[in-house]
């Protein structure tokens, strides 16, 4: 069902502001809205807490840097099942978080400087790679000659011929010598010496045959202080980077506390963002909001410690009221299926109960088997211990429980029991076949025309629910004429069809034609002319395409499960496929493992998918009205803490 709502107003003192946005924080049954101040009004004013709002983005940046930082370094490592701790709200607000705060800024600074470091380690590991191989040259890197002579240091490649090249400038340009320094794979380091009066036509021919001029500095001292000096500097680089690494380390313990201080600063900035929807005036604030019919004396009872006038009315013509559904521990799962397509209407109907049961009952069927219902469970029963998952996860889990439920019973009924598995090890084993079909109602694989009528008629029952639900709509807003004969007529046909293919009655005829007048004859009844109205009438006969094109979709039920079967099928016989005893066990345990989880993702993916399209196009489709929007009150934003209120709070 759709919860009622009720518009709050509220006047409190500016003094009890700081209060007040806590406490409507931890009461977590009120939706705020955004006030505006009235242009030109120099007396009322929108709360700026904008500053502030930024400090705590910031510091909360901060924090989640940090612990993604520490968290490969914490000692108290959670694993891949992550628990939430538990504490009351006065161990909460009691917690000193400054600790935790400067250690966040600290780690994320370290950090910073270790990636600085990481750069210049680089750099340096660079520069000594390039000096390196200059190792045995006796000359500064940096000294480029006298007043009268030019040294030249260099590349060349290998191909190069340093004895054709030494000849010709020997022989041209005298007073030069050439000299190979260092060799690598594809190049040559060289030094050339000459006098400076030739220096362009050397470089001119040593250009020619691929040289490339050093750039060292005129400062840079030989290659072997150089090297010296860079590997110390690396040496101390490394030093300061395992200094951070042990300081990372220390503050690492800090990460519980890190944790708190993160979801403080959080539901602080949920409290101040509170505040930035109120206005008020030096003394007073001013407040509108929404709150659910059954939290009101919730409400009253924490508002009454405060000086404050409050009104709480019915929504008023235009008001855009949230919604918020309450069902039972049955169908509460599948609100998250509803959410994902979006909420009814304020003051329309919540299908969620019938959303549940048909839900559950469809993807069974797409599923059909036993041993994937049973690990759908466990993982659903598993999730929920182990993690203790929080809204629409939570709601995932209990949905995983009750879907896995449908599944084995379908199995059951339907002989899936992963795949046609016992069967398999039977004639592996024993050489039998007594355990072939082990379905009650039919097997997909060996009756496939039977599981499809069977996946029709629920495709039937699941539109026919969604045209009662609509007559039913029709009759509580008062518009008894659609309901009877827009609804009433088709489900007249529909039921005189029924009977007569079913039963061979001529009843059903006598039902279907009395329901075929209704429509000919009163589906126009909105016109005057009878010939319009007959014409109107005859043309609404055409949705019966509709309806079947509707009822042929449902055959994706008999595709998908179909589908799992066969694949099951398959890697059940691969598993057995050597006759061999010791063999088949280990092939059953790794191909069949692999296979089926790959088989169960893939099934389990495929059939939430075509389940959400049946309920959101072929059933919503029916009476649905959509547009709602979802109850988002103001509360904690706890992200690594579960808090629990004391009574006396």
Same mark, same amino acid.
């Given at each position: ?13 500016? %003094?009890?502001?700081?209060?007040? $946005? ?26 700026? @807490? ?17 612990? =993604? ?51 210049? !380690? ?20 940096? /000294? ?21 090249? %030494? ?12 000299? &190979? ?18 220096? !362009? ?7 020619? $045959? ?34 951070? =690494? #042990? ?18 600063? !959080? ?59 309450? +069902?039972?521990?049955? $169908? ?20 969620? /109960? ?26 659903? $029963? ?26 084995? &019973? ?17 004639? %592996? ?35 026919? @629910? ?22 009433? %007529? ?52 055409? #949705?019966?395409? +509709? ?24 890697? +059940? ?15 059953? &345990? ?21 389940? @959400? ?35 006396? +709070?």
């Amino acid at each position: 069902m759709i919860k009622n709502m009720k518009k709050v107003s509220l006047v409190a003192m500016r %003094s009890d502001l700081d209060r007040l $946005a806590k406490d409507l924080i931890w009461l977590s049954c009120v939706e705020v809205e955004k006030c505006e101040a009235p242009e030109g009004d120099a007396i009322i004013r929108s709360m700026d @807490c904008g500053e502030r709002i930024t400090e705590l983005n910031t510091e909360a940046a901060t924090l989640s840097e940090a612990l =993604k930082i520490l968290s490969p370094m914490r000692r108290d490592k959670k694993g891949f099942i992550k628990t939430r701790k538990e504490m009351s709200k006065k161990e909460f607000d009691g917690r000193a978080v400054s600790a935790a705060t400067e250690g966040a800024g600290k780690a994320v600074a370290l950090k910073a400087e270790a990636e600085r470091l990481k750069g210049e !380690k680089n750099k340096l590991t660079a520069y000594l790679s390039s000096v390196s191989v200059w190792k045995d040259y006796d000359l500064p890197l940096g /000294f480029e000659g006298t007043k009268s002579a030019v040294v030249i240091t260099g590349t060349l490649p290998v191909s190069a011929d340093i004895g054709r090249l %030494s000849g010709i400038a020997s022989e041209e340009l005298s007073a030069v010598q050439i000299e &190979i320094v260092a060799e690598g794979k594809s190049t040559r380091y060289i030094s050339a010496v000459c006098h400076n009066s030739v220096e !362009k036509q050397l470089t001119a021919l040593l250009s020619e $045959a691929g040289f490339i001029k050093s750039n060292f500095p005129s400062q840079t001292g030989t290659a072997r202080e150089e090297m010296a000096k860079t590997e110390a500097e690396i040496r101390s680089v490394e030093n300061r980077e395992e200094e951070i =690494k #042990d300081a990372l380390s220390a503050l690492a313990l800090l990460c519980p506390d890190m944790e708190h201080a993160y979801d403080r600063v !959080k539901t602080e900035l949920a409290e101040e963002n509170v505040k930035q929807k109120l206005i008020g005036t030096g003394h007073t604030v001013i407040m509108t909001g929404w709150v659910p019919d059954d939290r009101v004396d919730k409400l009253t009872k924490t508002l009454s410690k405060y000086e404050c006038f409050c009104d709480i009315a019915d929504p008023e013509e235009g008001d855009e009221s949230p919604v918020e559904l309450k +069902n039972n521990g049955f $169908a509460s799962p599948f609100e998250f299926v509803i959410g994902m397509y979006s909420y009814p209407k304020y003051g329309s109907f919540d299908p969620t /109960f019938w959303v549940a049961l048909f839900f559950a009952l469809i993807f069974g069927m797409m599923f059909a088997d036993l041993g994937y219902g049973l690990l759908l469970v466990l993982i659903g $029963a598993l999730g929920t211990k182990l993690m203790k998952p929080k809204g629409g996860t939570a709601k995932m889990m209990k949905l995983f429980v009750i879907c896995g439920i449908s599944c084995m &019973i379908c199995g059951v009924l339907f002989g899936g029991y992963f795949g046609d598995l016992p069967a398999k090890l039977a004639q %592996s084993f024993a050489g039998s076949h007594k355990l072939d079909n082990l379905a009650i109602v039919c097997n997909p694989l060996d009756e496939p025309i039977t599981f499809l009528l069977i996946s029709l008629g629920i495709g039937a029952a699941h539109l026919i @629910c969604g045209m009662i639900i609509n007559m039913v709509m029709c009759f509580k807003r008062g518009d008894w004429q659609s309901a009877v004969f827009d609804v009433g %007529s088709w489900l007249m046909m529909f039921a005189g069809a029924g009977v007569y293919f079913g039963f061979k009655s001529k009843v059903g005829l006598i039902i279907l034609g009395v329901g075929l007048l209704m429509m000919i004859t009163m589906r126009g009844r909105a016109k005057k002319n009878i010939f319009a109205r007959l014409f109107s009438g005859i043309a609404g006969l055409y #949705d019966i395409i +509709n309806y079947a094109s509707d009822l042929l979709s449902y055959s994706r039920i008999f595709a998908l499960a179909l589908a799992g079967a066969v694949i099951a099928s398959v890697v +059940n016989t691969f598993a057995t496929l050597v006759n061999n005893p010791v063999v088949t066990v280990i092939l059953v &345990i790794v191909v069949g493992t692999f296979g089926h989880l790959m088989n169960l993702a893939l099934s389990a993916l495929g059939a939430f998918v075509h389940t @959400c399209r049946l309920q959101y196009v072929e059933f919503f489709g029916k009476f649905y009205e959509d547009g709602g929007r979802h109850f988002e009150p103001a509360s904690p934003d706890l992200t690594y803490t579960d808090v629990y209120v004391e009574q006396n +709070n």
